[in-house]
DNA sequence: CGGCTGATTGATGACCGTCAATGAAGGTGG
DNA sequence: CCACCTTCATTGACGGTCATCAATCAGCCG
């Protein structure tokens, strides 16, 4: 199970997005690193079908039962695990080329749903399971990208247990800077609420830390869901490390 | 600061740990799981060699060359990423069977100490690679071992992003005897400072909550680093899902 | 232009961190 | 074998960060 290829047709819309929690087969090459609809070196791109989900459409959850795996084409989807209780916390957010549902389990462990409207592969797992008996070289690109995934989980880990709100607002930013290649104006397409529990605070909180960074000329918050970083230096001293 | 032989003479105690974070290569079979030093069916077993490092020691620290990848036989290791100023978060306990240090990154991206005394077999990561060219069942086991690290790290994250003090710790704690197979008496060789990094807490809110719970009668404290679960349906209610 | 949803701002307080002291346990040396 | 010392766990007092509850405020759409 699990999967993975690169390209991706329409990636020319650059959502923001950051995290991981699923894999990515693009090792990021960059801004403009995905525009072809089918290069001959992604070997998933033959398999199964592509679909496009409107925003906030639930895509799989957490306990079905596990019959594929995905690929993200364009768009943006979060991933999550829910307590009992209602509380939530998001994994990751999905952007181009990401893989979602590898596992190796018989359903699914988190919970899929688009951000903004998306475009997504669906690859049944026998399909993938073949390839990678076809190609023992793509065995080790998942391999690899799942180790990626892994070590991004990692960083959410001290995140999560170590930094304080501005710490974690600041990494966040950061994190969604480097995945468009550094640029300074960033996309927010998902509300504050995934923000807070992606990062373990609240909206409000969300909301106070972003006003005071608005406050200190660190970030400039502008239309449409868009965000200035106007001081990276001073950005990163405050994320604390990464 | 590694090495030194101190003879293994608490390999076969059984140490509990529990999560993950490396790759568990072997399923968890059951107790006695790690005995034998030449499984046939363990492809690993004749590369390296395995050494036994004493209580407290580090095995390779964040940042240094990656060369190698390990495999614990027995004792425990806790894996760690630390902040510039010095708030340290644990991202996991790793026993028998459990590997570190993969990653197809040039340096180490976490730092590894043992926390009892501990064997554990070194594995150049040349001998790996070439086991990945001549089994490519293996590399497809290596992606399961990490996809499952994986899930494991995203419990985590709800963990301390979602979980309250009570309820960190009551998980923590059952997680160590799921994976002793769901006994009641478990052992915390660790301390209450490596819990608590572990969980986002300080030690004091973790020895707090251990006494909360010792006087609600969920668990008994015992001498040596033991301790009795009492109470596993109440303790699987606070934990709040798993 | 009214109504809805989400973001912002305010007031209050709880949970847990910090600082500090005491207590228990293990290791070493006399 | 016991006294001493070091290390760690426990307990207490206090305070801060962030959650909670609540009220605008802003944007969007029909």
Redesign the pocket.
């Known amino acids: 199970m699990s999967t993975h290829a690169a390209i991706a047709a329409h990636a020319n819309r650059a959502v923001p997005g950051y995290l991981v929690s699923a894999l990515a087969m693009t090792p990021n090459t960059g801004v403009g690193a995905a525009i072809q609809p089918r290069n001959p070196a992604d070997p998933l791109a033959s398999l199964g079908h592509a679909k496009v989900y409107e925003r906030e459409t639930t895509v799989f959850t957490e306990g079905d039962a596990a019959g594929s795996v995905f690929r993200v084409m364009s768009g943006m989807v979060r991933l999550y695990k829910m307590l009992p209780d209602g509380r939530r916390q998001i994994i990751g957010f999905l952007q181009a080329g990401d893989m979602m549902g590898l596992a190796f389990a018989a359903q699914y462990l988190y919970t899929a749903e688009t951000v903004t409207a998306t475009t997504i592969q669906r690859i049944p797992r026998l399909e993938l399971d073949a390839l990678m008996d076809a190609q023992p070289a793509f065995a080790r690109k998942l391999l690899s990208a799942t180790t990626s995934e892994l070590m991004a989980a990692q960083d959410q880990m001290v995140l999560l247990g170590r930094?304080?709100?501005?710490?974690?607002v600041a990494t966040f930013l950061l994190r969604l800077s480097d995945r468009k290649g550094g640029e300074q104006t960033i996309d927010l397409p998902?509300?504050?609420?995934?923000i807070?529990d992606h990062l373990?605070?609240?909206?409000?909180?969300?909301?106070?830390?972003?006003?005071k960074l608005?406050s200190s000329r660190l970030i400039r918050?502008l239309?449409?869901g868009k965000l200035d970083l106007l001081d990276r230096d001073a950005l990163a001293d405050l994320a604390g490390g990464f």
Chains 1, 2 share one sequence.
């Not at 930094?163 to 974690?168: D, G, I, L, S």
């Not at 998902?190 to 995934?194: H, Y």
């Open positions: 930094k304080t709100a501005a710490e974690k998902m509300g504050r609420s995934d807070a373990g605070l609240t909206t409000e909180t969300v909301s106070r830390t972003l006003t608005k918050i239309v449409g």
